[in-house]
């Protein structure tokens, strides 16, 4: 993985003394808290409802151990024991003194770790595939021009004060499990006709209160131009971005009020006058200096003689179940990747304590090369771990909690910090999702529902993604009562696609129930292994419309949705 | 009136008109004008064969502002409010595509913590707003030493440094 070298730690470090004397300068009433807010908030520091909230940025999602000791140790020195990894890859602390923020910044500092740009309307971390460099279906890692991106945003003068946060993502993958599509900019890497690889490069992805699914406005580019490129995007939507209304001002908004066609030109018009600057061109040697900080570890080369496994999986049917739901495929022959689950059904989705951190840091040590990288969908993987060792770290893993066989099933849900921790949330999340969990405690049901994408938000900022969940919740405020708007059919993969609406928002303690109902109508109507999102494109609202309002003689209040902010 | 120019803070005679009617007489004397009085004004102006300041907003587009830059030796780049970034990548079309030399300076709600950053896309001058302490904001200018990217300032990327 990335190393930092004198340029990287001179710039975290000389971040933390700034932000140290940003912080005096508030505490001293030099700076206003109008003054003082932007200056947080590019320092993943939001003031919440109980305490400041600080985002930890997670470049692409790839930690080392001895970053996830140092996670550990913040939960456990700064915060109540505890951190949420969230849908950016990155993690979040609820509880840490405004005070302390400085010292925390120090400590993640002494790890090559940071907080800069996790929030503000500037360009926030970079996300990538959590399978980059071990898929089987990719061309090639996209993580050298995540840590690229990531270099030339940090501090980019000219892109730090722009209309709304900005959000890119790169895959090489043909698989997208990285919600691409719903990114400000989407970079996938691609060949050509000529076999070179470059980027097809796709704009205005975004969720929020006018969810948009983006548009290509670029077949193929050039890795060369990669900067410039971004650059007359970034130009082109700091100029003409709107910032009258904040609803409004994320670059979806430009995009389609222009059209993507006529954006795209915009783009293309800035771009030839700046595609040929020197300083903006990348050659090829700093690609390969960055490619070959991701390199693969030494594999075992005999990895694949292994013959325990199968026979464990024929054995132990608690280990196959988990196996089949948690064990992914690695490109090399003999390895697998561990989805870690922070889904357990007790525990608030995408939570570790500081002591399952330290375990997990074990674990990686042990059996994954001291690697670990973070889930958009809240979970951990272990990216290499030899077949042989599936059954000692599943062990391992249920000993903490932390081995429930349910990725990608009905409980694996994203979940926002929501109305316990947010102050921008509507409604809450986590006491729902452990309502969803009281409800389908049955593992069996669950995977005779199988693959199934609950998202919630708390909020129309949709930081939970309901917008893109196969069944999408989004809680909203009437009048002082929280109530849930259910969606159909969204989808963050391939096949993108924005949630219909259901219908009136649901009362909260019948959500489970009405998530219930619409698995009823699923199981009735589904034609062998047809998953719930397929059944739903071929079936359509109605049905499930008519099933959960069927009972209710009057129907619930219309909720019109208000955000918050 | 002091403002900071070139990381000093120095004594300065430049006025700025912030309202005038376009019918009326230009004051003698150093000041800077609206961009709208200027455009209303242009052919009487030039005509006079002097160098102007002109004060431009966010709204303007930077290509109206380039077809005359010959004629100014200082242009103000207004920041309503210092969350307005438009002005950034309005410093940088003047100076890297149009070539501007002369003054460009930072008005309106101008403060320590962004100084930094407009200096990289090309602002030289700074009327930092008058309730802040000017002598803290020179400061902003030592606080990083890397820069990753390059800008107005024509930084070597890092990249190329390694």
């Known amino acids: 993985m990335y190393k930092y070298d004198n340029y990287d730690q001179t710039i975290v470090d000389e971040r933390v003394a700034q932000f140290r004397d940003q912080t005096r300068r508030f505490l001293a009433g030099e700076l206003t808290e109008d003054e003082f807010r932007p200056l947080r908030l590019m320092n993943g520091l939001y003031i919440q409802r109980h305490a400041p909230m600080l985002r930890v940025a997670i470049p692409y999602g790839l930690l080392s151990t001895q970053q996830m000791r140092m996670l550990a140790h913040i939960a ?125 490069v796709l704009v205005g992805g975004g969720q929020g209160r006018t969810p948009y699914i ?83 570890p030494d594999f075992d080369k005999t990895a694949d003689q292994d013959t325990s496994f199968p026979e464990k999986l024929a054995a132990d049917k608690a280990f196959a179940t988990w196996a089949g739901r948690n064990v992914k495929r690695h490109k090399v022959p003999g390895y697998r990747a561990v989805i870690i689950s922070l889904k357990a059904p007790a525990n608030p989705p995408g ?24 889930t958009h969908d809240q979970n951990l993987v272990l990216p290499h771990v030899k077949q042989v060792d599936l059954y000692a770290v599943w062990q391992k893993l249920k000993s903490k909690d932390l081995a429930t066989p349910n990725i990608g099933l009905l409980t694996d849900m994203i979940c926002c910090p929501g109305l316990d921790f947010c102050s921008l949330a509507n409604a809450g999340s986590i006491p729902i999702a452990r309502q969803i969990n009281e409800k389908f405690n049955d593992l069996d049901y669950l995977h005779d529902i199988g693959e199934i994408k609950i998202k919630m938000s708390g909020c129309m900022n949709a930081c939970g993604h309901h917008h893109v969940g196969h069944i999408g919740i989004l809680g909203v405020d009437k009048k002082g009562v929280e109530f849930y708007q259910i969606t159909l059919g969204g989808s963050a993969e391939n096949d993108a ?69 | ?85 438009r002005s950034y990548s309005h410093a940088r079309l003047l100076r890297d595509r149009y070539g501007y030399t002369g003054e460009l300076r930072a008005v309106g709600d101008v403060l320590r913590d962004q100084l930094f950053f407009m200096q990289r896309c090309g602002i030289d001058s700074y009327q930092v707003r008058e309730d802040k302490n000017i002598e803290d904001a020179l400061k902003a200018f030592t606080e ?8 107005a300032d024509h930084a070597e990327p890092v990249y190329k440094l390694r």
């Open chain 1, 76 to 200: 456990r020195k700064y915060d109540k024991g505890y951190g949420h990894f969230s849908t950016r890859q990155n993690i979040q602390y609820n509880w840490p003194k405004l005070e302390t923020a400085p010292d925390i910044l120090a400590d993640l500092a002494s790890v090559e770790m940071h907080a800069i740009q996790t929030s503000g309307n500037c360009i926030r971390n970079i996300s990538s595939d959590h399978f980059a460099g071990i898929a089987e279906d990719e061309l090639e890692d996209p993580r050298p021009y995540c840590e690229i991106l990531r270099q030339w945003s940090t501090f980019h003068p000219e892109f730090s004060y722009l209309p709304r946060k900005f959000k890119i993502a790169v895959i090489g993958a043909s698989h997208d499990r990285a919600a691409v599509q719903v990114h400000d900019i989407g970079l996938y890497l691609v060949k050509n006709d000529q076999g070179e690889t470059g980027f097809r």
């Open chain 1, 214 to 296: 983006g548009a290509f406005i670029r077949e193929y580019l050039e890795k060369q131009h990669l900067l410039s490129y971004m650059e007359a995007v970034l130009r082109v939507y700091n100029r003409y971005g709107r910032r009258d209304n904040m609803f409004k001002a994320r670059i979806k908004i430009l995009v389609y009020a222009l059209g993507p066609e006529k954006f795209a030109h915009l783009v293309e018009e800035e771009w030839e006058k700046i595609k040929d600057t020197p300083s903006l061109l990348l050659d090829q040697n700093e690609i390969d200096r960055l490619s070959a900080y991701f390199t693969s």
């Open chain 1, 351 to 374: 939570d570790a304590t500081d002591e399952q951190m330290d375990f997990i840091a074990d674990m990686a040590d042990q059996y994954s090369y001291n690697e670990i990288v973070v």
């Open chain 1, 497 to 565: 696609a924005i949630g219909d609406r259901l219908g009136p928002g649901i009362k909260k303690e019948k959500v489970a129930d009405t998530i219930g109902k619409i698995l009823d109508v699923y199981l009735e109507q589904r034609i062998e292994n047809e998953r719930f999102l397929d059944t739903y494109r071929r079936i359509g609202m109605v049905p499930f419309k008519q099933h959960v309002y069927a009972k209710t003689a009057a129907p619930e209040v219309e909720v019109k949705a208000v955000a918050s902010n």
């Open chain 2, 1 to 85: 009136m002091r403002v900071i120019k070139n990381n000093r803070i120095t004594d300065d005679e430049w006025q700025r008109i912030k309202e005038i009617d376009v019918v009326e007489e230009l004051p003698e004397g150093k000041v800077i004008m609206p961009f709208g009085y200027w455009q209303s004004n242009r052919d009487k102006l030039i005509a006079q064969n002097r160098k102007y300041a002109v004060c431009v907003n966010g709204d303007i587009e930077t290509e109206e502002v380039a077809k005359d830059i010959e004629h100014f030796e200082l242009i103000a780049l207004e920041f309503p409010i210092f969350t307005d970034g």
């Open chain 2, 144 to 151: 990083f030493s890397v820069k990753y990217q390059t800008a």
